[in-house]
Nanobody
Framework: QRHVVESGGGLVQAGGSLRLSCATS????????MGWFRQAPGKEREFVVF????????DYADSVKGRFTISRDNAKNTVYLQMNSLKPEDTAVYYC?????????????????WGQGTQVNVSS
């Protein structure tokens, strides 16, 4: 049985930092690209970042470039999201996703497995 479990969310003031973790089990972690999405209240889920299976390639949403950093530890089956210079508009539920394939037209990763989400609240 495959599991994807996020942790590390919480409440932080604007300008602060948080590090999210996503631990997986039951899947061959090193064969999956891993990513983060987020969903704010009343909004659709949006892409944040993806990292390739090897960690050699990353793709960030423009809204988080220069502030967020994704990394992975294949020995621990875990992916991390370091979030710095947080803004109130970063408030959302953050979801971890695992993907093996890309959309051949858009080039975007197609998530196959999702975590349950972790809440991030940034106060002004």
């Amino acid at each position: 049985q495959r599991h994807v479990v996020e942790s590390g969310g919480g409440l932080v003031q604007a300008g602060g930092s948080l590090r999210l973790s996503c631990a997986t089990s039951g899947l061959t972690f090193s064969r999956y690209a891993m990513g983060w999405f987020r969903q704010a209240p009343g909004k659709e889920r949006e892409f944040v970042v993806f990292i390739s299976w090897s960690g050699s390639s990353t793709d960030y949403a423009d809204s988080v470039k220069g502030r967020f950093t994704i990394s992975r530890d294949n020995a621990k089956n875990t992916v991390y999201l370091q979030m710095n210079s947080l803004k109130p508009e970063d408030t959302a539920v953050y979801y971890c996703a695992a993907a093996r394939y890309r959309n051949t037209v858009r080039g975007t990763w197609i998530p196959e497995h999702w975590g349950q989400g972790t809440q991030v609240n940034v106060s002004s």
